[in-house]
């Protein structure tokens, strides 16, 4: 008789064979996956290699570190050294480095970088420990550019070779190295006043505001117009274009006047990663990529955490910690920055944690119904969890606001 197939999946039959069918069919794309570990190990995949035992070497002295770190890592020119094993060598030292020294290199040399007191970088208005590049950093340095870019090849060094960079930047930072466009919402975690000023703008008619296309930006005591569109000085805010006029406010504040150092960070990063391979991660992955997922304690975070028409004994909270615990890392670390803005904690824990006017505890509010998903408010740290009534639920419900920030109404 016929030869005829069996697909044991379907419970169907067929004469044709199976195999040939699936030698012509083009092969399936890829889905975009939320899976960080394995964005990572594809990226990790694609990234030049070399396989030569020679070590990329970087002598400093330890009271000196910053400039001996510049002159080492400036005065490479051949980009392929960059993907060799850094050798750190502390002056006066004995010592060979198996990645030890490498790790405290980056771990020091990051709080010399970032330290506000060069004026490279400053604290966002809304916090004293995310990052944002200071719009002022020329006037204190000529050479900051060129600051910036070795700044940019110590994070590409830090990524290819997976040491961590001790610091963690506004999210406008990431969305800007990834070239994704920012939004009014971007604002909240660097600036709670403009965004407050913004909002009224769209939710009020602006003809009485008497406002134009242009923003006074003070240095040095001296201020000066800036025009948001070319001759925008001459052009009044009015309903029809406000909402240009907001989009405008926002990329200025957020991108123009710090395109520069960005752009100078860019090329130095450029020269050791491509900046296109990074594009498989979102903005919050970029910063766990850069900054590391660190362990987080959740009954330190439990202790810390306040409640608004909840107790500590509701059987709700009771199954949201249950939930926390049990996911790994990575979940733990999006779910902070869901409600807070940032995966970081603070040096002394959650006791520390700060929101948009200074110290604000971790706090759960009810709010909504049993079809409500939860939503959160960065600038306050507080997660709306809705009454829900079974664990599975709450659990479903949250993984799906925390995974879908990107866009997601829960999130002002």
Known sequence: GRIYFVDHHTKSTQWEDPRLEAKNKPAPKLEYS????????????????TTSTARLTIPVKRNNLWEDSFRAIMN????????????VKFDGERGYDYGGLSREWFHLLSKEMFNPYYGLFEYAASNDYTLQIS??????????????KFIGRVCGLAIYHNMIIDAFFIRPFYKTMLEKKVTLEDMQDVDMEIYNSLQYVLDNDPDSLCMNFSVSNEVLGQVHEIDLKPNGRNIPVVEKNKKEYVN??????????????????????GDVISPKLIQVFDERELEYLMGGLAEIDVED??????YSEYRPTDDVILWFWKVVSNYDNEMKAR?????????KVPMNGFAELQGSQGSRKFAIKKFGSVDSFPRAHTCFNVLDLPPYT?????????TIAIENTEGFSGVD
């Open 34 to 49: 939320r899976d960080y570990k394995q964005k990572l190990v594809n990226f990790r995949s694609k990234l030049p290699s």
């Open 76 to 87: 490479v020119k051949d980009m392929q050294q960059f993907y060799l094993r850094p050798d």
């Open 135 to 148: 719009p002022n950093s020329g006037l204190y340095n000529p050479g900051h550019l060129d600051y910036f």
């Open 248 to 269: 405008l406010m926002v990329r200025w504040r957020l991108v123009e006047r710090v395109k520069e150092q960005m752009n100078a960070f860019m090329k130095g990063f």
């Open 301 to 306: 975070w439990k202790k810390n955490t306040l």
């Open 335 to 343: 779910l902070l920055q869901f409600v807070t803005g940032t995966s």
């Open 390 to 398: 079974d664990f599975q639920t709450l659990k479903r419900k949250l």
